[in-house]
C-alpha cells in the first residue's frame, strides 16, 4: 500500500495527557498519516515542549488542561476550534496509576483516581460532543486498560475507572448512532506498555523512580508473548480507529495485551 494516500488527512484531533508515553506516541502516529493535532497535558510545559518536538511532522499545538476541570475542558475544546478549524477525533487518554486494595485506598485517593481516569472521559465526551457533530464523520478513541477488563487485587480505584470508561464509550457510541451522527466511539485496552506509568506501577511512596530489566522481565512474563508492549503498538491502533477506515465499527473495545486476555 505505498501510493496510499495519508489515512488522516483531513482530520483534525485533540489528545488529552499529550505530553506522556502513549498520547505523544499517538501524536506523533496522527501527524505522519496527515492529521492535524493539539495536544493537552496537566504538565503545560512538557505539553509545549512535546508539541515543539513533533513539529517536524505537521501542524501540531501543545497546551496545558487539567482533564478533571469542565473550565479546562471548554477552552481545550474552544483551542481546537480556533486553532485546528474544528474537530473530528478526540482521544481520551490522560490517565494516572492507582494502587490499593478496596480497604487500603482512602476516600480522597478513589476520588481523584476515578475523577483524572472516568469523569474525565465523560467531561470530555460532554463537551466536545457539538463540535464533533459539526465534523462528522467523527471518532472517539477512550484509554481504558485490561485493567478494565480484569481484576487485581491492588487496583481497586483504577480498576473501577477503566471498566467505567468501557461501558460509558458503549453508552456513548448507541446514544450517537441512535441520533443519526457519525460520530464513533470505541476504546483501547493495552496491557503493559514501556511509559512512565510503569515506573508508578513499582512505585512504594507514589514518586517516580526509574525502573531497571528486571522489573520490565518481571512485566513482560507476564503476557504470553512475553515482551512488553510499546507506545507504537497503541498508536497504530488508534489511526485505525480515528480514520474512516473503521467506519462501520463503534462501541467495540480493541485488546492491546499480547494475548493475556485470551487466558
Ligand atoms: N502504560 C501502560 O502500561 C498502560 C496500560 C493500560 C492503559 N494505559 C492508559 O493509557 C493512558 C496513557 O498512559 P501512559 O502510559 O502514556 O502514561 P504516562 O504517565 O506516560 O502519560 C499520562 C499523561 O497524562 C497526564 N495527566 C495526568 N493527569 C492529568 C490530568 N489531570 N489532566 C491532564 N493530563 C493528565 C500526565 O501528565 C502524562 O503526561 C492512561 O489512560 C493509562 O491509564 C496505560
Redesign the pocket.
Known amino acids: 500500500m505505498t501510493d496510499r494516500s495519508p489515512r488522516l488527512a483531513g482530520k483534525k484531533a485533540l489528545i488529552?495527557?499529550g505530553?506522556?508515553?502513549?498520547?505523544s506516541a499517538i501524536a506523533a502516529a496522527f501527524l505522519k498519516e496527515g492529521a492535524d493535532v493539539l495536544i493537552?497535558?496537566?504538565?503545560d510545559d512538557?505539553a509545549i515542549a512535546t508539541a515543539e518536538r513533533l513539529s517536524d511532522l505537521g501542524r501540531i499545538q501543545g497546551i496545558g488542561?487539567?482533564?478533571?476541570s469542565e473550565a479546562d475542558w471548554r477552552t481545550a475544546v474552544e483551542t481546537a476550534e480556533s486553532t485546528l478549524g474544528g474537530l473530528s477525533v478526540l482521544v481520551n487518554?490522560?490517565?494516572?496509576?492507582v494502587s490499593g486494595t478496596v480497604e487500603d485506598t482512602d476516600y480522597a485517593t478513589w476520588k481523584h483516581g476515578l475523577s483524572?481516569?472516568l469523569d474525565?472521559v465523560y467531561l470530555g465526551t460532554r463537551i466536545a460532543m457539538p463540535l464533533l457533530r459539526a465534523n462528522q464523520p467523527a471518532s472517539i478513541i477512550n484509554?481504558?486498560?485490561?485493567?478494565g477488563l480484569i481484576a487485581g487485587p491492588n487496583i481497586a480505584a483504577y480498576n473501577t475507572a477503566?471498566a467505567g470508561v468501557w461501558m460509558l464509550t458503549k453508552s456513548t457510541a448507541l446514544a450517537a448512532a441512535r441520533a443519526g451522527d457519525s460520530i464513533r466511539c470505541n476504546s483501547v485496552h493495552?496491557?503493559?506498555?514501556d511509559?512512565?506509568?510503569?515506573e508508578d506501577v513499582f512505585s512504594k511512596d507514589g514518586t517516580r523512580k526509574a525502573i531497571g530489566e528486571s522489573e520490565r522481565d518481571r512485566l513482560a512474563r507476564q503476557t504470553p508473548m512475553r515482551r512488553l508492549?510499546t507506545t507504537d503498538d497503541v498508536a497504530y491502533a488508534a489511526i485505525y480507529l480515528a480514520s474512516d477506515e473503521s467506519g462501520f465499527m463503534t462501541g467495540a473495545e480493541l485488546k492491546i495485551d499480547g494475548g493475556i486476555s485470551a487466558m
Do not use: E, M, Q
Not at 487518554?93 to 496509576?97: E, L, Q, T, V
Open positions: 488529552t495527557g505530553a506522556g508515553g502513549i498520547g493537552t497535558d496537566l504538565d512538557a488542561h487539567d482533564v478533571t487518554n490522560a490517565g494516572i496509576w483524572v481516569n474525565s484509554l481504558s486498560s485490561i485493567a477503566k493495552p496491557f503493559f506498555i511509559t512512565g506509568l510503569l508492549g
